[in-house]
């Protein structure tokens, strides 16, 4: 196999949830909704932010503006635009602050950019494409296949297509790193190389074969550039 491009994950794979600053981000939001009538708990609030999280990043919700309203509408909290300001300035603040990057990924993500075509192939919630251009990832990657944007998430193919067509690339020239075995059966599926990072907490979590044996693993994404 002639390696010519690589296919990447975001969460758990190029960085994670600092859960003590999503603690802050949520206590933020709290503390807005508070000034405009909110009467409930973070814990209330972040079920409700969680679920939509999830729901959204299959494109249900188009943006920000949408995000919010769908949330004060399930609060019960009337729609103000000084509202809509205060809510987005607390994303803002701690948009970036929330996801850590984990050792070594600019470095790596630097040498691979110099041998291979790059693609970030990720599900993720709207409005994640603002964070990665904050976290320093848009010069690295010649598209971003985001899953809110497409309208699917990973392990449907599509995904995976739409960065190949992206790259101008073969499945056959191309492999797909993640943390999770249900990503890596979704990338085999059409061809891909497989590479598992055992890094995250959920490498199992919906894997339909338990014994899914990937093509290399290695324990953490800086790994990667000794066995590409």
Not at 200 to 208: L, R, V
């Amino acid at each position: 196999m002639i390696l010519k491009g690589v296919l990447i994950d975001f969460g758990n794979t190029l960085a994670f949830v600092d859960k003590m600053k999503n603690r802050e981000y949520e206590a933020a939001l709290l503390s807005v909704l508070k000034k405009f009538g909110y009467e409930g708990s973070r814990k209330s609030l972040s079920s409700v932010l969680g679920s939509m999280s999830l729901e959204s990043t299959t494109g249900e919700l188009k943006s920000l503006q949408e995000f919010w309203s769908l949330m004060l509408e399930k609060l019960g909290i009337p729609e103000r635009p000084e509202l809509f300001y205060e809510l987005q300035k607390a994303r803002d603040d701690y948009s970036d602050k929330m996801y850590k990057l984990y050792d070594g990924v600019l470095e790596t993500l630097g040498v691979l950019k110099e041998k291979y075509k790059l693609a970030l192939v990720s599900n993720c919630a709207v409005g994640a494409d603002m964070l990665f251009h904050s976290l320093g990832l848009d010069d690295f990657f010649i598209c971003m296949i985001l899953s809110y944007q497409l309208g699917v998430r990973k392990p449907n193919k599509r995904m995976y297509l739409e960065a190949l067509k992206c790259l101008k690339l073969d499945a056959r020239e191309c492999a797909f790193v993640a943390d999770e075995i249900s990503d890596l059966e979704g990338a085999r599926e059409i061809g891909l190389a497989t590479i598992l990072v055992r890094q995250g907490s959920s490498t199992f979590q919906d894997a339909q074969d338990v014994n899914f044996i990937p093509d290399f693993q290695i324990s953490q994404i800086a790994e990667i550039t000794h066995i590409l």
